[in-house]
């Protein structure tokens, strides 16, 4: 019984202590790149003291900040499609029965497998096929095509999850099927939706291997630029703008849990 005791407690020790590096491993570059952005010294970390001109410099590159607001606009566009085709087509699949159902769901999720230089080249090359500029729009339409499976899958669980006689006895004492679905339905797969365009906006946000096919003079994202940035100067600015969108993503965050408590999207996931 001693043994069997000693070695819970040496298993238990362990998970601790790989808990621990894998939480170093995580924080560790994260603490670096802070670091970076406040230091004097380019190429040391504090060696100089500590400063904001990083910052400044940040806020005065208006390459940078024009490439944000078109990623941001991209994002929530991509989002806003991706979560109008997802819920219907969730809805279809979970409630309608029809003959390949399971097929249909499995092809609607092969976009996910496909490398996104591969979707940043198709896109390409059919924005040249049909002689359209590569803008805004059309960079929403490809990023829409990967990101809706995305969207689709935690929504087909969470409908799974939902009784449908809910909403027929909802119609039955005289709401209408849209409104049952509104009232019913809606709140209980809410968590999934929100959880879900969070991680579209994100994905959308970062891309880099998609966008960098499709940026060009008229419309440049944040990843592409940043990347042209790396490659022409030798400065922190990068590390004062990854700092900046960390925070920005962290106040999101507690912003998010005041309103709608963050522990509902981890039970949704």
């Not at 952005?37 to 390459?63: H, Q």
């Amino acid at each position: 019984m001693k043994a069997l005791l000693a070695h819970l407690g040496h298993a238990h020790s362990w998970r601790h202590i790989t808990a621990v590096l894998a939480l170093i491993q995580i924080g560790a570059p994260i603490l670096v790149i802070v670091g970076s952005a406040f230091s004097k010294n380019a190429y040391g970390l504090f060696s100089g003291g500590v400063t904001l001109l990083w910052f400044d410099r940040l806020f005065a590159t208006r390459s940078l900040l024009t490439a944000f607001a078109t990623s941001v606009e991209i994002a929530l566009a991509t989002t806003g499609v991706a979560l109008c085709v997802a819920l219907p087509t969730a809805i279809a699949a979970v409630r309608v029965r029809f003959p390949g159902r399971s097929v249909v769901l499995w092809l609607l999720g092969l976009p996910m497998l496909l490398p996104g230089v591969v979707v940043g080249l198709a896109g390409l090359s059919t924005l040249l096929r049909f002689g359209v500029a590569a803008r805004t729009g059309p960079m929403v339409l490809v990023l829409t095509s990967v990101m809706t499976p995305l969207m689709l899958r935690p929504m087909v669980a969470a409908l799974q999850q939902v009784d449908a006689n809910q909403e027929a006895a909802a119609r039955n004492l005289g709401a209408t099927p849209l409104r049952a679905f509104q009232l019913v339905t809606v709140p209980q797969i809410l968590p999934a939706m929100v959880a879900a365009s969070l991680f579209c906006f994100v994905e959308t946000l970062d891309n880099f291997a998609i966008t960098a096919f499709l940026s060009n003079m008229h419309a440049t994202t944040l990843p592409v630029e940043t990347y042209d940035y790396i490659r022409d100067f030798d400065d922190p600015v990068v590390s004062a703008l990854s700092t900046a969108l960390t925070l920005l993503g962290l106040a999101f965050a507690v912003a998010l849990d005041r309103v709608i408590s963050i522990e509902r999207f981890v039970d949704a996931s």
